[in-house]
């Protein structure tokens, strides 16, 4: 099989169904933003790391996969049989942000990104993350149905954040409260 079809040459791609959409269609950006989202997610994978948080970072990725492919269906349905996202992979997210914050100081105030590189990897996923959501919410307007889908999005968010300071804990990296000028 090729790996280009020359059907996208003149701006217009294929959803799960058959329906062609502009590549500018909100329901484009959306599934494409939650695919630039797994590959933040691989590259943070990729970093200085605990196995278990290495772990969960791919059960993430598999779980982004299923929001793309749900993403990329058209609203009027698909033959396809699809995954799909339940309750219990949110409930995943919050046992492990849960697990973390355990072993964390309180927060007093937002945090500046950075510290080591592998922190702002986790940031910069986080920021995608919240990209993502709001395309989705965008989505809902053209009439995506899913809410669980946003659910797990703005979940995700909080993982990645909380993520991020279990990182710079555990690799001993400054933590930088923002300090309002007033």
């Known amino acids: 099989m090729k790996i280009y079809t020359k059907t996208g040459d003149l701006g217009e791609t294929s959803l799960l169904g058959g329906e062609r959409l502009k590549k500018s269609h909100v329901q484009i950006e ?5 695919d630039e989202l797994n590959s933040w997610i691989g590259l943070l994978r990729d970093q200085e790391m605990s196995e278990e948080y290495r772990a969960q970072l791919i059960e993430i990725q598999d779980r982004l996969f299923t929001i793309g492919s749900l993403l990329a269906t058209s609203l009027q349905g698909t033959k396809m049989k699809l995954p799909e996202i339940s309750n219990g992979d949110i409930e995943y997210l919050e046992k492990n942000i849960d697990e973390m914050n355990e072993e964390l100081p309180e927060m007093r105030s937002f945090v500046l990104p950075g510290g080591h590189t592998t922190v702002s990897y986790a940031h910069i ?5 919240r ?29 990645l954040f909380v993520l991020s300071r279990k990182l710079t804990q555990d690799l001993n990296a400054p933590e930088i409260p923002w300090k309002p000028r007033m």
């Open 30 to 34: 959306s599934y494409g933003t939650v």
């Open 125 to 129: 996923a986080r920021c995608v993350c």
């Open 131 to 159: 990209r993502a959501e709001r395309l989705v919410v965008a989505m809902k307007e053209v009439g995506f149905e899913q809410q669980i889908v946003l659910t797990y999005l703005n979940r995700l968010s909080d993982y």
